[in-house]
């Protein structure tokens, strides 16, 4: 058994793209948690996905023993953490079960506002914090401006900071030393009865449910029978172990020390994050404080291209669920699409890697509906409701009035495109809260409504500021707004599925945008097809696709015009008959490309 005060839990937190899963691979390397021959890049990034990308979805964990340079042989439990806005829920669960973190800055971009937001999460969760420039050994790094930009921008002390590489290995045993030498030990005792943080937890096919935890007091063996806390649920533990990165079974968890536990669990809902485990036999007081449940911040429709694979998604789903807690899923259905599911998400990056893990790793074809966020409908009758999804909105007669979500941005970029990125926010309704720079960078904090931002915002800050702009918000307050429905009419028939908010000076522009995208979409038939955007009873945008044409007047030759009117006039009533009772089929593609409009 591990005495307490060699045991250190920290973790690894960064913006993008600022070196976290490379300085994790380089510290497992130095504490032969892999031989040369097992290394690859990114180690930690088990998903195929990950890999592609270049980055962490999901916060992984790793037992590694370190002989220090006085001899004595630590325990360190490492944690690398997401840098993307969308995932943060899983680096605030990581640093929970922590007492450091290692801050990693690029030492050639210096602080980015993702840098600032994970920060000020350790600081709240009363972190030690080691700082650590990164790419040290590239031409372009400036450590000395680095260092003092953390204490002018973060406002801790930089002057400590390790120069480090993480792909060369420069100074990393360094790093190893600080933790040993500068991270408090957790506290905990052997004695008390079993307390124990459920960090994670996530599917596997062949041991079920598996159940990452933190253990604060007593010990958790194999054979033991525990109670979950908040759910009242009792299991008995079948295996115990950690990660080192490879699976190892051990006989016990012991205080301070972070692993996994199988107990046959089969529902999905069991295990729930935040939950605290403690024995049956001889239980604790009082649970431990959880982490506060996430709110979802974008909603999309989800549904299966084959309506037979509706059972599927639902299964698909529910395993997800499990693996992503802050990802939430309600049963809906639309006119047009079938029987699907209305999804909760932190963000459209998390939209998309939900998406792109269900087709991979349940084979599903699916459609996505266009993403909208939740407003607030103050009624008549004093009562207020949630709307997830524009088409269920109540009779306008009824609403006293709409709040609408607006989130606090913060935009760090360089000076020279700071014009072009304060039009776009104005643009978006922006308000200027600050404005500050730092040497040759700006700090713009905006409140901005999140229906703005959810749609094209990040892909227009990105180009209006050459890939150099940084952004990171936070939900902020709900805020009356002088919102109103759009609705799609195909044929005078409103398609649900392509309704949606917009504020009301901007309503006619994307009715527009709308018509004009279907109109290319979806395919002539025999008739006229109109296809309008309404705001209620009122019609604000028009578009029409003309009728294919059969010449019926290539039988008549010769003899009098009337003859010509007479059958043209009668295929003009065919197809007035045919307008009535035509239903017009739009097709799969022409949903899911209209549905990506914001992208012009």
């Known amino acids: ?79 690398d953490t997401p840098g993307h806005v969308d995932f943060a829920y899983e680096v605030s669960r990581s640093l929970a079960a922590c007492e450091g973190s290692l801050l990693v800055v690029d030492s050639t971009q210096g602080v980015e506002a993702q840098t600032l937001a994970n920060v000020y999460k350790a600081i709240d969760s009363d972190h030690e914090i080691i700082t650590v420039l990164n790419k040290a050994d590239l031409p372009a790094a400036e450590p000395e401006r680095i260092q003092q930009q953390i204490e002018d921008v973060i406002g801790i002390d930089a002057t400590d900071a390790i120069l480090v ?16 030498n500068t991270l408090p030990a957790p506290i905990g005792d052997d004695q008390k009865p079993l307390k124990a943080l459920i960090v994670d937890s996530w599917y596997d096919p062949y041991l079920g449910v598996m159940t990452l935890v933190r253990i ?20 008995q533990i079948d295996q115990v172990g950690c990660f080192n990165p490879k699976m190892e079974k051990l006989d016990q968890l012991n205080p301070g020390e972070v692993g996994y536990f199988t107990a046959s669990i089969k529902s999905v809902a069991d295990a729930a994050v935040g939950d605290t485990i403690t024995e049956t036999k001889k239980p604790a007081d009082a649970p431990l404080e959880g982490f506060k449940p996430s709110t979802p911040v974008v909603w999309c429709g989800l549904f299966p291209v084959d309506a037979a694979d509706f059972e599927d998604l639902r299964d698909a789903l529910a395993k997800l669920h499990l693996n992503d807690a802050s990802f939430q899923y309600e049963a809906e259905s639309s006119a047009a699409l079938g029987f699907g599911f209305r999804c909760g998400f932190l963000g459209l990056l998390h939209l998309e890697i939900i998406q792109e893990r269900l087709e991979r790793e349940f ?63 104005t643009e978006r309704r922006g308000e200027q809260m600050e404005l500050t720079y730092v040497g040759a960078r700006a700090m713009a904090v905006y409140r901005l409504p999140l229906n703005e931002i959810v749609f094209d915002f990040y892909d227009r ?11 990171d918000y936070e939900v902020d307050e709900y805020r009356p707004g002088d919102l109103v429905k759009v609705s799609i009419l195909v044929n005078a028939e409103p398609v649900d599925a392509l309704a949606f908010m917009a504020h009301k000076s901007q309503s006619e522009s994307r009715g527009r945008q709308v018509c004009s995208r279907l109109k290319d979409l979806i395919p002539r038939q025999l008739f006229k097809i109109p296809i309008q955007a309404a705001i209620g009873g009122k019609v604000i945008a028009r578009e029409t696709i003309s009728a294919m044409r059969k010449d019926v007047t290539a039988k008549c030759y010769g003899g009098d015009i009337s003859r010509k009117k007479k059958l043209l006039e009668k295929q003009k009533k065919g197809k007035k008959k045919m307008r009535q009772f035509g239903k017009v089929e739009i097709p799969q593609s022409a949903f899911i490309a209209a549905l990506k409009m914001g992208d012009d």
């Not at 800050?461 to 952004?471: E, H, N, P, Q, V």
């Open 1 to 79: 058994m591990t005495d307490l005060s060699h045991i250190r839990n920290f973790s690894i937190i960064a913006h993008i793209d600022h070196g976290k899963s490379t300085l994790a691979d380089r510290l497992i390397h130095l504490c032969g948690g892999l031989t040369e021959r097992e290394m690859q890049a990114q180690v930690l990034d088990n998903m195929d996905i990950e890999r592609e990308r270049g980055i962490t979805i999901k916060s992984q964990t790793v037992r590694l023993q370190y002989t220090a340079q006085n001899g004595e042989i630590y325990q360190l439990n490492l944690m």
């Open 165 to 180: 590489s993480a792909k060369t290995g420069l100074n990393c045993e360094q790093v190893l030393e600080a933790i040993v």
């Open 363 to 425: 084979d599903l074809d699916l459609i996505t509906t266009a993403p909208s966020v939740v407003y607030h409908m103050h009624m008549n009758d004093g009562t207020t409701l949630n709307l997830h999804n524009p088409a269920d909105m109540p009779d306008v007669t009824k609403i006293d009035a709409i709040d609408e979500p607006w989130i606090k941005a913060t935009i760090m970029v360089p000076d020279e495109y700071l014009g072009p990125v304060l039009q776009l926010c």
């Open 216 to 235: 604060k007091d007593g010990v958790l063996k194999r054979g033991m029978k525990v109670t979950f806390m908040n759910t009242e649920f009792e299991y």
């Open 461 to 471: 800050l990105k180009s209006c500021s050459r890939g150099y702009a940084s952004f």
